[in-house]
């Protein structure tokens, strides 16, 4: 239900009420109504809702994101492109703007991209990844099977900005789970 969903959230950020109707220029009895299920939010309140706990439409409304299921069954969830664009782009500290003008689109669609809102078309997103100076493999990682290996090496680069007591635990934890997987996988055959 959308009401618990939207009281969840806001617990789940230590806000109250009061919190989230100041932000959103409404009233604590209009936040509290949506909560209890009494009455449902218009589009553009649910637009502004899903923006200010950071989540997508879908997510907030329990829709599955578009996806496409390839030949061999693996499937493409497209929402999780925008969200590999913007933490490519945060992680590169370029701003949207920049991006949007290299990619010949607005700072909102990018935006609605990065969230999940919005899918762009086959060209916007290669627009996007050169603007970026993204391989597809990478923009892709999350879902392709042939892009593992980009990903890993992806991960690879992260560890070494970790405390080095941290870089042990994550490097223990990744072994532990892949020798867990290798005899899970021994066992099923």
Excluded: C, W
């Excluded at 449902?40 to 996806?67: G, K, N, V």
């Excluded at 913007?86 to 003008?101: L, Q, V």
């Excluded at 892009?147 to 941290?166: F, G, V, W």
Aim: negative net charge.
């Amino acid at each position: 239900m959308l009401g618990d969903k939207l009281k969840s959230y806001r617990l789940s950020r230590h806000l109250t009420q009061d919190d989230v109707a100041t932000a959103l220029n409404l009233t604590i009895r209009r936040i509290s109504s949506y909560e209890s299920g009494e009455a449902e939010p218009d589009l553009y309140t649910l637009a502004d809702l899903a923006d200010f706990y950071e989540i997508s439409l879908d997510d907030l409304m329990d829709r599955q994101s578009p996806s496409v299921t390839d030949a061999d069954g693996y499937s493409l969830s497209l929402a999780k492109f925008g969200d590999r664009i913007r933490r490519f782009r945060e992680e590169k500290a370029i701003p949207p703007k920049t991006i949007a003008d290299r990619a010949h689109i607005s700072v909102q669609y990018l935006s609605a991209i990065e969230k999940g809102f919005r899918i762009p078309e086959f060209d916007t997103a290669i627009e996007l990844m050169n603007a970026l100076g993204m391989s597809a493999d990478f923009a892709l990682a999350d879902n392709l099977v042939a892009a593992h290996t980009t990903r890993a090496r992806y991960l690879e680069t992260l560890i070494p900005s970790l405390r080095p007591t941290n870089q042990r635990i994550m490097l223990d934890t990744i072994e532990s789970v892949f020798r867990t997987l290798a005899e899970i996988e021994k066992a099923g055959q």
